[in-house]
């Protein structure tokens, strides 16, 4: 058996940042780096939870983040392509992160959530569970979705789910 494909985060050094995180894989022996984004434009890390292949086309499922947070991104052969947020219960979330992806019929498929609100303690204070800033406060909240080409449908409205994965028959 040969792996034609090894999906991995690639660790680049930078001088102000230490290192960053970006989505990469191998063909055969050739590394293939993917496009996070400008430094200039705030982009700064990202991660990776799923890969599809369509033929010679590698599609990978993550996060890209910003001085912001975080927010759904595929790849589509190295590029980029962030997926749209939603207005849930009369509040905007575009934060969040895609878990996996397949293409269907020729279309990308991707899920994963959105952001929920924070968690609060007894006294309406945000718990920090020590992950940094950023949506990755609030893991434990969120609004499953799909994406179907682009197009996001929410799953739940309950804002305690998240989309690990899927499987399509």
């Known amino acids: ?3 034609q494909f090894l999906v991995v985060l690639y660790h680049q050094i930078h001088s102000m940042l230490g290192s ?17 984004g400008s430094l200039n434009q705030g982009w700064q890390d990202s991660g990776v939870h799923g890969l599809a292949l369509d033929g ?4 990978q499922a993550g996060w890209t983040m910003n001085m912001v947070g975080q927010y759904p991104t595929y ?7 962030l997926l749209p947020g939603a207005t849930v219960n009369g509040t905007r979330y575009d934060q969040g992160k895609a878990t996996d992806i ?3 019929d020729g279309k990308v498929v991707v899920v994963g959530m959105l952001t929920g609100a924070p968690i ?5 204070v945000q718990i920090d569970y ?12 969120g609004y499953a979705c799909i994406w179907i080409d682009g197009t996001i449908h929410i799953l739940d409205t309950q804002g305690d789910f998240e989309v690990g994965g899927f499987f399509i028959k």
């Open 102 to 104: 397949a293409i269907v």
């Open 120 to 124: 609060l303690d007894s006294y309406g």
């Open 56 to 59: 010679n086309t590698v599609y």
């Open 1 to 3: 058996m040969v792996v």
């Open 20 to 36: 960053i995180n970006k989505p990469a894989y191998w063909q055969g022996t050739q590394r293939k780096t993917c496009d996070i």
């Open 130 to 141: 020590g992950y940094g800033d950023g949506p990755e406060v609030n893991n434990d909240t």
């Open 75 to 81: 790849w589509k052969n190295q590029t980029k392509h």
